[in-house]
């Protein structure tokens, strides 16, 4: 009997994992972390999609990366090229700034758009972080997601 209910476990474990899809980076969206100084807080999780969803993804990303450029709006054919020159100008911009070496915190860039998750000190400390990534050249806009301490539940 036990060999039959061994055998049971690894047909229910092999079904388990065969409906469970693999999530990856699939259109290589920017992701870092710029600060590290406080430990507890809360790993965002890294862009990622399932085979699924980048069928899906694939068409909206082109209209509304194509928009942009159609528009006026961008110099470059589609606004998800920015992205991988903004990201690593923003890290630069908040590590030199220096207000903000008390925080954790990672970026993504997605169209333009610069979401900031993690923690920081303080309300006032996220808006000058918010306020700062605002002004780095070709953002577009900033999601916020930052909070305060290392205990509230992120928004991310």
């Known amino acids: 009997m036990p060999r039959h209910a061994a055998l049971l476990l690894a047909v229910c474990w092999f079904a388990a994992t065969a409906g469970a ?5 699939a259109f290589d969206d920017p992701f870092l972390q710029v600060t590290s100084s406080l430990p507890g807080c809360p790993v965002p999780r890294p862009p990622g999609f399932t085979e699924e969803e980048v069928r899906k993804e694939a068409h909206v990303r ?3 990366g194509n928009s942009c450029y159609r528009s006026g709006r961008c110099r470059l054919p589609n606004s998800y090229l920015y992205d991988k020159e903004i990201i690593p100008r923003v890290q630069q911009y908040i590590r030199m700034d220096g207000r903000f070496d008390d925080t954790s915190v990672w970026i993504l860039g997605e169209r333009r758009l610069v979401t900031l998750m993690g923690c920081v000190k303080t309300r006032e400390q996220a808006e ?3 306020q700062s990534v605002r002004l780095v050249d070709d953002v577009m806009g900033v999601v916020n997601h930052l909070m305060v301490g ?6 991310y």
Do not use: I, S, W
């Open 128 to 130: 000058q972080m918010e």
């Open 21 to 25: 899809q693999e999530r990856r980076n």
């Open 150 to 155: 290392t205990r509230e539940k992120p928004k």
């Open 62 to 64: 082109a209209q509304h």
